[in-house]
């Protein structure tokens, strides 16, 4: 059962308009959690990310916002752009292992 | 450059022929991390390594073995490779504890075993 679940597989959005990606977790324990993103043929970078103790990290364009008692994370791109495009993932740690818990990745597509 | 490196970037391999990926990072960083891509699964963990000749399992160890003699590099070897491990796989470093610290990812070996 994963414990990480980023449920929509694909994403296509508007050049210019706002990006939201979705990732729900079932681990209470997890208390640090990260945004990458992929290119093809290249390795996942990191985005950004945030502490349980937060419910909102922004980084320019880029914000992540977090729904501890849903069990919630978002990351909310604003204005999207063309180089936005790419495979986000989100993942989620707990403090008792030095182990990363992917999800499975949303494509986003930003169209001209 | 910083950068983390792996090899070879694609191979295509026969059933229970040994191979080797080789990884190797110039950051000076102590963790290092291997993980297997799967469509549908995300990235799984398959052992790490926080420093020179201390490893341990990941999520998925079953049929891989790695090393870490140096603090630079960390190869990755599949004694008897069969095709469940046909994936795409990265090698990861970070200066500190993984999951509170960006890794940085080697480029990816696409491995094809027949």
């Known amino acids: 059962d994963q414990q990480v679940k980023q449920n929509s597989p694909s994403l296509s959005v508007q050049e210019g308009r706002i990006s939201i990606l979705n990732c729900d977790y079932t681990n209470s324990m997890f208390d640090y959690f990260l945004w990458y993103k992929k290119y093809p043929a290249e390795g996942p970078t990191f985005l950004i990310s945030i502490s349980s103790i937060k419910d909102k990290n922004e980084d320019g364009r880029f914000t992540v916002f977090l729904n501890k008692s849903a069990k919630h994370l978002s990351l909310h791109i604003v204005p999207s752009q063309p180089g936005d495009s790419a495979v986000y993932f989100c993942?989620?740690?707990?403090?008792?292992?030095?182990?990363?818990?992917w999800g499975a990745g949303t494509k986003l597509i930003i169209k001209p | 450059e910083a950068q983390v490196t792996q090899n070879p970037r694609y191979l295509i391999t026969v059933t229970g022929k040994k191979l080797t990926v080789t990884c190797s990072q110039n950051m000076n960083h102590e963790y290092m991390s291997w993980y297997r891509q799967d469509p549908g699964l995300g990235l799984r963990q398959i052992y790490y390594s926080m420093n020179v000749e201390v490893t341990d399992k990941g999520d998925v160890p079953e049929g891989y073995k790695v090393s870490r003699k140096e603090k630079r590099n960390f190869p990755l070897i599949l004694e008897s490779p069969s095709p469940n491990q046909t994936s795409l796989y990265f090698c990861?470093?970070?200066?500190?504890?993984?999951?509170?610290?960006?890794?940085?990812f080697g480029p990816g070996t696409r491995l094809t075993v027949l």
């Open positions: 993942a989620a740690s707990d403090d008792s292992n030095y182990q990363l818990i």
């Open positions: 990861a470093s970070s200066s500190e504890r993984e999951t509170e610290n960006e890794q940085f």
